[in-house]
């Protein structure tokens, strides 16, 4: 039986826009319909890749949808998802959910509000090392969770709009939202959070290495070190548990590819290896149109994403502080 046809749109026609759409094409029943952008060359470039008609209208781009990508710099996000959700329409919002917490408050008093539903844009979640890590978790066969490791390193926003004054958006709240989410994920929400950054030399609102320790809420610890930084790139996540060790292994900072597991009174080693995905959008795009035609739960609610912004606004907070633990704000 074929799937019922979905109005897709875009919000936002740059580069991220685009490795949705390549995922959502893949996708039965999924028809694009308005790619909005205030850059008439995006907007153009990405209707012609899709199908889709050019925009650069916000209004036209609800009106002729049912599903939104919004796809924009986080600093947009507040007033487009706002828009979108006010209009009764579905909205998956690219990460980090935005760039202050008093924004991204608003956006989840929406999605709360709203009978649609509102997705955030944490893919990596659903990438299949961190799926299997998940999986030992809950069989209990890490034990008691005790540790959670995030080493993440590379070189990165070096240009584009992260970097614009106008839109402005540092690693702790950009980038490292990712890991925030995958630590919450695997181990639940964060109580405190320590931390120390470094800027840019050369742009000193800039925020572009941080290293955090976490307190978990289940009483559990979290170390993060991450910069954009570094010539020399390397990722290691991991959990230590009671039990064993789980780590999570990749060639890049975005990629996942080895999961190995080891028991304290076993000298041996499990090593899982897995397939890089072609798109690293593609799980992510595909399960939410199935939670829109009501084929599955939603797994990444815009709930996700404000936690994932409380939790780097601590950062932030305890780095001016000298590096004091702050609490992470969780009223919702």
Request: net charge negative; hydrophobic share 45%; glycine share 8%.
């Amino acid at each position: 039986m074929a799937q019922q046809e979905i109005r897709v749109g875009f919000i936002g026609s740059g580069y991220i826009a685009r490795q949705h759409a390549e995922a959502l094409r893949e996708v039965e029943g999924v028809r694009f319909s308005a790619c909005m952008d205030m850059s008439e060359e995006r907007a153009q470039q990405l209707a012609a890749f899709t199908g889709g008609r050019a925009t650069a209208s916000l209004e036209e781009a609800v009106e002729e949808s049912e599903v939104l990508w919004v796809c924009t710099p986080p600093k947009h996000h507040r007033a487009q998802v706002v828009t979108c959700l006010e209009a009764g329409r579905h909205v998956y919002c690219e990460k980090p959910l935005a760039t202050t917490v008093e924004d991204g408050r608003a956006i989840a008093a929406a999605a709360e509000g709203s009978e649609a539903l509102a997705a955030i844009g944490f893919n990596f979640r659903f990438h299949e090392p961190w799926r299997k890590c998940k999986e030992l978790l809950e069989a209990g066969d890490l034990g008691k969770p005790m540790m959670f490791l995030c080493q993440r390193v590379g070189l990165g926003a070096t240009g584009g709009w992260r970097r614009d004054a106008d839109e402005l958006c540092g690693m702790t709240i950009e980038s490292l939202s990712h890991n925030i989410d995958l630590l919450r994920f695997l181990l639940g929400d964060v109580a405190s959070a320590s931390a120390h950054v470094m800027v840019d030399p050369d742009q000193l609102e800039f925020d572009i290495c941080v290293a955090a320790t976490l307190k978990l809420r289940s009483g559990a610890v979290a170390g993060m070190q991450a910069t954009w930084a570094s010539a020399v790139p390397a990722t290691r996540h991991g959990v230590v548990g009671s039990a064993a060790t789980a780590l999570i292994e990749g060639p890049s900072q975005f990629e996942f590819d080895c999961l190995r597991v080891a028991q304290r009174d076993d000298e041996g080693e499990r090593v899982y290896r897995f397939a890089l995905p072609a798109n690293p959008s593609r799980a992510a795009c595909e399960h939410f149109i199935a939670a829109v035609r009501g084929e599955t739960p939603l797994e990444i609610p815009i709930a996700d994403g404000f936690r994932a912004l409380e939790v780097s606004a601590a950062m932030l907070a305890s780095a001016e502080q000298g590096g004091a633990a702050v609490a992470v704000d969780s009223r919702g």
